[in-house]
């Protein structure tokens, strides 16, 4: 394992995007959502999604100079058509497009149309709420997931994410509606580690080696999904997830039309800020406080990430060795 800086891996990344042709804006969108799940620890969704990324930029599904188009509806809700760029791209467009409504209305929503993988969905959630917005956010996918007794994909992963914060404190719920990402099994297949079985219903014939992943707590988990596909998916006018290409499939000159959903409170129009930062730290400090039954101590959504950001920002990102080659490639390309 490699550990790399933030400022070193960053450098890469921004030269490769700048030699392709993305403005600077995006190319700081893009560093940012790769960068900062590496630095919290969900390493599924940060710098090894970027050979993905590229294959789409260089291969057509993604734009590297896309015509963002927004149609605002009504004062707090609006539709983006993101023609084709980087879901990282169009999420990014979107999170600011909703902080903007949501200062202006007090609540907005923004639907996404058109856009691909758009990574981690905290990348979105906790920047407004870093803002000052209480955000939710999620993201249709393409087929993996089986339904509850079901035998075949039908449902993407269609991630989720909250989140809320203070100057102190912060609540950050970032998670799939399967029961683990695709990236965790793939991961898990290419080092040769066990898969569990209540993850996914494995497959020697399959190219990936397993037919489906399994839905998050069974039939609940189903139901997450669909509530994705009907936010994210059908009223964007995207294709339902059995019927778009997967994120992984060459040659990466499909479009995917991935639809994405972003919501916002601007909840101090509620309450006070002192009022509410107070109740929330305390809520939150009320759960870490319960007694643990083993020597794990009790977490709040995004602890875990927070603790690990703070370890990685001092000992750099740890990186996989074909990860690390990536780094180093990219580093002679943009010199």
């Known amino acids: 394992m490699h550990k790399v800086h933030v400022e070193a891996l960053s450098g890469a990344i921004a030269g490769k995007l700048r030699l392709l042709g993305l403005s600077e804006t995006h190319i700081h969108d893009v560093v940012d959502g ?32 896309p015509n963002i188009q927004i149609d605002r509806v009504l004062p707090a809700l609006a539709q983006m058509d993101a023609d084709g760029a980087l ?22 929503a923004v639907f996404v149309k058109n856009s691909n993988h758009f990574g981690a969905a905290s990348n979105y959630s906790l920047k407004a709420a870093k803002a000052g917005f209480m955000t939710f956010c999620c993201s249709n996918a393409d087929a993996l997931v089986a339904p509850f007794n079901g035998d075949k994909a039908l449902f993407g992963t269609n991630p989720m994410s909250f989140a809320v914060t203070t100057d102190k404190d912060a609540f950050c719920l970032d998670m799939a509606t399967s029961q683990v990402s695709y990236s965790k099994v793939k991961q898990h297949l290419k080092q040769s580690m066990p898969v569990h079985c209540s993850w996914a219903i494995e497959d020697a014939s399959a ?27 059908l009223l964007n006018g995207a294709p339902d997830d059995e ?4 994120f992984y499939a060459e040659p990466f000159d499909t479009p995917n039309n991935v639809g994405h959903f972003l919501f916002a409170i601007n909840h101090r129009a509620l309450m006070s800020a002192s009022e509410f930062d107070a109740r929330l730290e305390r809520f939150l400090d009320s759960i870490r406080a319960t007694a643990p039954r083993g020597s794990e101590p009790v977490r709040v959504a995004g ?33």
């Not at 879901?87 to 907005?108: C, N, P, Y």
């Open 207 to 233: 190219a990936s080696g397993i037919r489906a992943l399994l839905p998050l707590g069974g039939y609940k988990g189903q139901g997450l999904a669909a509530m994705v596909s009907i936010l994210a998916g």
């Open 87 to 108: 879901g990282i791209v169009a999420g990014s467009e979107a999170v600011r497009l909703l902080m903007e409504m949501a200062s202006e209305q007090g609540i907005a």
């Open 34 to 65: 790769l960068i900062v799940p590496s630095l919290r620890g969900v390493d599924t969704h940060g710098f090894r999604l970027f050979s993905t990324y590229l294959s789409e930029l260089e291969g057509g599904r993604s734009k590297a100079k």
């Open 243 to 246: 019927h778009m290409a997967h």
């Open 303 to 335: 602890d875990l990430e927070r603790d690990t950001q703070e370890s990685r920002e001092k000992e750099g990102i740890p990186l996989s060795e074909e990860e690390y080659q990536l780094y180093l490639r990219l580093q002679r390309e943009v010199q």
